[in-house]
């Protein structure tokens, strides 16, 4: 057997392409013919039959195979048959005679004969009608000029357009049924006419013949019919096989009895049997291999020659360009293999599979495929071979799967998922927990792989091959609550943390039942079994964690990291279980932690998730919300009253404030604004303090930055939330006059702030006067609330500048500007996209400012400007912006874009004087912008006409508006702009490239009558 299989080509052999049909080698044999010398043997004619056990000589076709070449040595003429002109036609009498003939035996069977399948009148008619027509159609055939059928093999022979790959669900019935039809007929001629030499050469002949066809259809279609044929053929020589031996088994066994027990008469019904099918009886030794055996050899025979072709046919279709003709073959030769492994389970046809197995390394590439659809199929072949052999692939093979299970392509993620449970996840079992091992080897692999952030993805790739697993949160609490023991190994504090967060990931994946954001394209509607599968897991979590959770809290309630992720558990329990189960001290438990939790930890995202559990549990559907809110209530009076005494303290002692007096405003004001953020604080009145501590700051200049910070953000969620008591309520006039001097003062604050030495200040002020300015808008009295508009606002053009300013300092620097700007630090990869993604942050709240016409447009031209040189941070929010502006006025975007080139024009005009080199690379990079914005009017002239022609006629009178410093006599000095201006002339329709014309000859004589010309002038 060769090592390696013969290379793949991109197209069909050569010899496929430099010959003609009729000049291609012709392979001979039984199943082939040469038609000019002789024809094939039809039922009439008698020919003597092979010796059995010899397979008949098959030469095979060099267009098969590289490994069966035979030369173009003679002319091919077109495989149509010559049959006899002594084959009578069957007329209606010759049916009726058949019909009322008596069926032929059949083999018999447990003493009994059975009759023929076709014995049948329907059955038996169909069967010589297929044989008629087949006769008639070679008839026809053998008619046509063979130049005919050349150049329809030559015509559309790359089409793809036939039944067997036509989309829709009555062309996959139609292949289904073609390959029943395959089935079905040699299944009703298998005990007479598949033998009678006829039938099966004709067809073995004319699928042989289709199967070389340059025409992508013939050679489909006929590779198809060729391996069910076999696949047919298969089962009837399996048939065969299964009823001699049986036979011969039964004769022997009964032969071999001593003469006491013989059953004579069992013994002369297998010898009647076996007489009856013209078994030759040996008084020696019986050997049935008379009618059944030659039926036998007769079947092998064929199977022997179809098997040939069909294997040449598989190797040829292995080189095929077409996938679905390579895999046909692959997968009926292991149909064979699994249905006769006693004839096909041997080198001859292994090395078919072999040869396309033997590229592993090919194979496990395949899993990083471009192709989503051949990277899964590639993964579970990975798997079926693990399965099949565990050292069958290398650690490193196995690393190039393990790492996908993070894929964001959720059919991916999941192959390589059943692939690491396959691995690694599925034996290996604990003594004190079945699961206890595997999630420490899933605790390894996940530290291991060092993406810490995708616990999520992790865990949805892995939830349908590993469901019992993930869903054992006994295991998981017992290895995170026990003692260490000696001599016994316990998880390490990394361990630990990643242990949490899967559990919590765990938690999740079962209480939502869908992939985590960005994986999959959203919800679905869960079927009813789903449903139900949740609400169980749900239920089944509840119990579990409502006691376990507070000792979770109580052990590592000093780890904020740890305590982060414990605290996210609640927001998916059945809340109902606590009243229906009685389970209030474990509820008491549990705020008792988080309490505790709250007074020990001043971390945001830690403030931030008990924040959102007291929201969860104070929600008003569930009864044990009166509880939760009197500890709720509780906690807050004792942090606004500490609050209130350490501000008076830090005002008092302003400049000679310690670090203790600045802790506790800091730590006490950072646990009230994440509460606020949740919860509606405004009977406490933490804007007053707030506000004080910012006026404080901006006349004395000394305050925290990180103060300042949380007091904005503090005095930000209570005016939100008076908003919200006034929108949902009915405000009397007072209530509105005085959430207008709040929100009023506390703007003018942020505007200050805006000038604050200190970027994260600044930063914060900013953020917040965009978000207010887009809150308290002109959009608030939409919708039938025209009684808000005394809370509406309006930036000036003061704040309006100030604003601008502000994104231009900040916004659109360089990297090395940003570098100096951090004090020197030094940043890695992950804080510089940090920044990027604030720097983004910044830019899209002013756009959007823009786009709601709160900011007038023309501000945008210092925005656009950039869209070049900072396309690859800003350009999609720049584009973005382009377009919601120009839907909202078109003409008045056009003046804004040509305001923005014209800003870049005279800023190269400030930086190389009035004689510009037009070819350098600033005017070239003008230019390219000019052209960008020329694409985004789209193709539409009609639509965008007015805005074009505004365009130019503003460019036009920029052109000629300031006159040379040297003379009147001299070109303006923005002439040059023109050339800028042209790249909107495609957009122009004629009509207004008429108006142009005239615009521009009129600028042209006003400037010669202020030269003092009067001739030579347009």
Known sequence: MPDTPPPVPQRPPEIFINYPLNLQPSPVGRYHWDFGNSSPSSPNTPRARRRRGSPPELPLSASQNSLCPLPPSRRRQFPAPQLQSAAAQTTAKDLQTRAAAPAAPGPVIGGERREQPIGSRGNQEVVIAVRDTMQQLGAQVSKVDP?????????????????????????????????????????????????????????????????????????????????????????????LSIHQDNTQRQYEAERNKIAGKRANEKLELLLQRGRSLDMPVNLNHVCFSSQLQENQDEIENMMNSISRVSLCIATGKQLDAIAEIRAICIEEIGVWMKMYSDAFLNDSYLKYVGWTLHDRDRIVSMTLDKEYDVAVEAIRLVTLILQGSEDALSNEDCENVYHLVYSAHRPVAVAA??????????????????????????????????????????????????????????????????????????????????????????????????????????KRVLTAKERKTQIDDKNKLTEHFIMALPMLLSKYQADSEKVANLLQIPQFFDLDVYSAGRMEKHLDALLKQ????????????????????????????????????????????????????????????????????????????????????????????????????????????????????????????????????????????????????????????????????????????????????MIFSHQLVSGGREGLQPLVFNPDSTLQNELLNFVLDHVFIDQDDESQSMEGDEEDEANKIEALHKRRNLLAAFCKLIIYDIVDMPAAADIFKHYMKYYNDYGD??????????????????????????????????????????????????????????????????????????????????????????????????????????????????????????????????RCRSAGRTSGCL
């Open 594 to 773: 988080i309490r505790l939790v709250v007074e020990k930890h001043i971390e945001t995202d830690v403030l931030e998730a008990c924040s959102k559990t007291y929201s969860i549990l104070c929600s008003e559907e569930y009864t044990i919300m009166n509880r939760v809110d009197i500890a709720r209530s509780q906690l807050i009076d004792e942090m606004t009253d500490r609050f209130a005494h350490s501000v008076e303290d830090l005002l008092q002692e302003a400049e000679e404030a310690d670090d203790d007096d600045i802790y506790n405003v800091l730590s006490t004001l950072k646990r009230l604004t994440a509460f606020h953020n949740a919860h509606d604080l405004t009977r406490w009145d933490l804007f007053g303090n707030c506000y004080r501590l910012l006026k404080a700051g901006i006349e004395q200049g000394s305050m925290p930055e990180q103060i300042a910070v949380q007091a904005l953000q503090c005095s930000h969620y209570s005016i939100l939330w008076q908003l919200v008591k006034i929108t949902e309520g009915a405000p009397t006039k007072d209530d509105l006059v005085a959430l207008r001097r709040v929100v009023k003062s506390f703007l003018a604050v942020c505007q200050q702030c805006l000038s604050n030495v200190n970027t994260p200040v600044k930063e914060q002020a900013f953020m917040l006067l965009c978000d207010l300015l």
């Open 877 to 1006: 929010i720049i584009k973005e912006t382009l377009s919601k502006t120009r839907q909202t006025d078109k003409i008045l975007c056009a003046k804004t874009l040509i305001l923005s080139l014209q800003q870049l024009f005279n800023e190269l005009l400030q930086d190389q004087g009035p004689n510009l080199d037009r070819t350098s690379s600033h005017v070239s990079g003008i230019k390219e912008l000019a052209r960008r914005f020329a694409l985004t009017f789209g193709l539409d002239q009609i639509k965008t006409r007015e805005a074009v022609a505004t365009l130019h006629k503003d460019g036009i009178e920029f052109a000629f508006k300031y006159q040379n410093q040297r003379g009147p006599e001299f070109p303006p000095i923005n002439l040059a702009f023109l050339e800028v201006l042209s790249e909107f002339s495609s957009k122009l329709i004629r009509q207004d490239k008429r108006l142009s014309t005239r615009t521009w000859r009129s600028s042209c004589r006003s």
């Open 417 to 522: 998922g059943e692939f690491l449970h396959r691995k690694g996840l599925a034996k290996r079992r604990g003594r004190s927990s079945p699961n206890g091992n595997l999630i420490r080897m899933l605790v390894l692999f996940f530290l291991e792989s060092e993406l810490h952030e995708h616990a999520a993805y992790l865990v949805d790739s892995l939830w349908e091959s590993s469901q019992e697993l993930l869903k054992d949160w006994e295991c998981m609490t017992e290895l995170l609550l026990e003692e260490p023991v000696q001599g016994e190994e316990v998880l390490s504090d990394r361990q630990e943390s990643a242990l949490i967060e899967l559990t919590v990931c765990t938690i999740r994946q079962a209480a939502e039942a869908h992939p985590p954001v960005g994986r999959g394209t959203g």
């Open 147 to 239: 130049a005919v059928f050349y150049w329809l093999d030559r015509c559309g022979k790359d089409s793809g357009d036939y039944p067997l790959t036509m989309p829709g669900p009555m062309w996959k019935k139609f292949r289904y049924n073609f390959c029943e039809f395959i089935a079905v007929l040699i299944r009703q001629c298998q005990y007479s006419i598949i033998y009678d030499e006829y039938m099966m050469d004709t067809v073995i002949s004319l699928l042989t013949g289709l199967s070389d066809s340059q025409v992508r259809a013939f050679r489909h279609t006929s590779t198809l019919a060729a391996m069910k044929l076999m696949t047919a053929l298969v089962n009837v020589a399996l048939n």
